[in-house]
Structure formats: C-alpha cells, structure tokens
C-alpha cells in the first residue's frame, strides 16, 4: 500500500491550524466503465459503489505489541479503547451495519495501525476490500485519540470506513481555494505533502454521485478545520473554517439513510426454495432475506431482471453476521450469482443493494 503522509481532522477543540496534521487518504483509480454502460446507469452504480450491504458485520483489528508487523503500527490501549467508543458512536445511531472487534487479523475486514509517521488515513467504504492481506492496514492514526482533536480523528476515519468522502470536497460547497497558499500550506511541515495528495485531499471535487447530499455541511465530522487565508468563497470562511466537533446532524442522517436498521416489530421476508421474490426496491436500496435449508447442499442464489445489484451472504452466528460469500454484477450484463454449500438448519441473510434497474420492480431473487 502507497504510503499516506500526516493528517488530522476537525474539533471544537479550535486547535492551532498552523500546527494540524490532516487526513490524506490513499489516492486511488475511479471506476472506468464499458462504453456499453450509459452515463445514467454508471452514476447509479457509482453513488452505492462504495457502500456496504445491510447486515454487514464489519470486524476490526487494531495492531498492538507481540503482531508480525512493524512496531510503529502498535496501538497503545488508550488509543485503542477511543477506537473502539469511535465504531460505538456511530453504531447507536441505529443503523443496518455493525462493528465487531476481533482477536485475530486474519479474522478482520478493518485493519488499523497506529503509526506516527503515517499520519491519519482510512480507505472508503468498500474499497477495503480490496486489501485483504492480514498483515496490511486499512486505516491508520497518526496521532493520540484521547484529545478532542483525536476523539474527531477517530470517528473522521471510521466515517471513511462507512463510505463517506471528505466533506470540503463536497462539489456543493462552492468552495474557491488560494491554490498558492493551499500547496504552500499542505507542502510544509507538518504535513509534507506531494502535489498529488494535495490535489486528492483537498483541491479535487468529488463527483456528484458519490456525496451524501445535496448540500455542504461545514460541521461535518467529515469536514477539515482550515486556517486563514485558504479559502477565497465562501467569503464567511476566509477567515477561517472550524466545524463544530462530533457527529452533526448530517452526518446522522446520511449513515441512516445509507444503513437503515430495523424497526421495531419488523421482520426479514424468509425465501423458499424454487419461489422467487421481488426485491420491490428503489435505486440505492437494500433488502435482507432469512434463508434456512432444509437441507445440506450446494445451492445457487441469484437475481433476475435487468439490474446492477451487489448481493453478500451472511451465516448468522451468536457472535454477529459472517459473510461467507457475495458478488457484484454492476456495469455487466450479467445477474449476481453465488453457488455454495450451506447446512441444514443453519441460519443465513441474504443482503442486495440494488444500484440501478431499468424496472425495479422486475428485479427478484430466488434460491434454487
């Protein structure tokens, strides 16, 4: 993995910008689509890409002394134990999703180190998967988490994890940067950034179908505190940007949106061999279906009907959700499929998240 230099991210601590360390995460290849793919669709596919699955379980490590890995990823345990109120914090927002702490890497989907030379970095969403090596971090921190400033640095960074981008690169913040001063700024200590970090952390604006509204929210726990005189527009923030600290409302609302958890007296439609049932949701959308074989085989579950989905399978434990299989069949022509020997009277979810249908309701899943 391509190293990460310093980073930070905003309190209502007011900390000394000239001395702030921020997030810089690892720059990383948009998705370039075939040409059969129209604009519609790619943006569909786009905006959910990056999203994890209702029902997702998402395990987490954090490094500590006596791992085979470098001894600056070692975490101490007050810095761990912000980590883990960090995954608390946005979890008791209600959400679809849970966080697991593991006792092994190998066992984690979020690997964390605490190097002090790295800085502060996390890969967003479902670009995690792609670094499945136990002994490769996903996130790091590159400072104490038990300060205000560090209590945002964590919750900032497990915001990436979710899928939420930097907010000031928000297209709809109409932000207007000295670029002088802004390269200055990021290119010195201590920071010591590259052209290119400056460009993907700070100066790049995300593309429309991959941020979390339709409007700019400086409070976001997502959002830098800058110093005087990089911003030009908006004029209310040349003297200076400081988000208010914590989750803001935002924020609460975009990981439930994404992650909708389950309502009271609500139950998981339960699928039947051979019979087929409609996803009967909108673009964006997840839905969990129980399944529990009558008996041990190889079965095939797939969907039907001309869509972009990603589907995961979970076996359900007393420990949580384990995925044990899943398939993305976005900007294919082909439907998600997965075949898998499951166990009698195991219990097992299956998630879709549908990124786009030319007719949602003539999508449907069914196990045979």
């Given amino acids: 993995m391509a190293k990460s230099p310093k980073t930070a991210k905003s309190s209502s601590s007011k900390a000394d910008t000239a001395a702030l360390r921020y997030c810089s995460q690892p720059i990383q290849h948009p ?20 999203k994890w699955v209702n029902g997702t379980q998402l395990t987490y490590y954090c490094y500590k002394a006596g791992d ?18 960090a995954f608390q914090t946005w979890f008791k927002l209600g959400i679809g999703i849970s966080f697991r702490q593991v006792s ?34 996903t996130m790091n921190y590159g400072w104490a988490l038990t300060t205000p400033y560090g209590h945002d640095t964590a919750l900032h960074e497990i ?28 290119k010195g200590p201590p920071n010591n950034w590259g052209a290119q970090q400056i460009e993907w952390n ?36 040349r003297k200076g940007l400081t988000p208010q600290g914590g989750l803001s409302r935002a924020d609460k609302s975009w990981i439930v949106e994404s992650y909708p ?10 699928l039947e061999v051979g019979l087929s049932q409609k996803l009967a949701i909108k673009a964006g959308q997840t839905r969990v279906f129980d399944f529990t074989p009558k008996r041990t085989r190889t079965y095939r579950i ?44 195991r219990r097992y979810q299956i998630g879709i998240r549908l990124y786009y249908a030319e007719t949602a309701a003539e999508t449907s899943i069914m196990v045979w």
């Fill in 302 to 345: 797939g969907t039907f009907g001309t869509s972009d989905t990603v589907m995961v399978l979970f076996e359900i434990t007393p420990a949580g959700n384990v995925q044990i299989a899943g398939n993305d069949d976005s900007g294919t022509d082909l439907n998600a499929r997965i075949d898998i020997r499951l166990i009698n009277g």
């Fill in 159 to 186: 915001g990436h994890a979710t899928g939420l981008e930097h907010e000031h690169q928000n297209p709809y913040a109409g932000i207007t940067w000295d670029t002088d001063a802004v390269n200055h700024y990021f």
């Fill in 104 to 137: 092994r890497p190998e066992d984690a989907t979020v690997r964390i180190g605490f190097d002090p030379e790295d800085g502060s970095w996390s890969y967003v969403g479902r670009d995690i998967l792609n670094v499945r090596d136990p002994h490769q971090r």
């Fill in 261 to 270: 958890g389950t309502k009271p007296r609500e139950t998981t439609p339960a």
């Fill in 31 to 50: 998705r370039q689509f075939d040409p059969a793919v129209d604009a519609l669709r790619a943006r569909a596919i786009i905006s959910s890409g990056k």
């Fill in 202 to 237: 700070i100066l790049r604006k995300i593309p429309v179908a991959e941020v979390k509204g339709t409007r700019w929210d400086p409070d976001s726990v997502m959002e830098y505190e800058f110093g005087p005189g990089l911003i030009i527009e908006p004029a209310a923030y």
């Fill in 68 to 85: 085979a890995v470098p001894a600056a990823w070692h975490g101490k345990a007050a810095d761990i134990k912000e980590v883990g109120n």
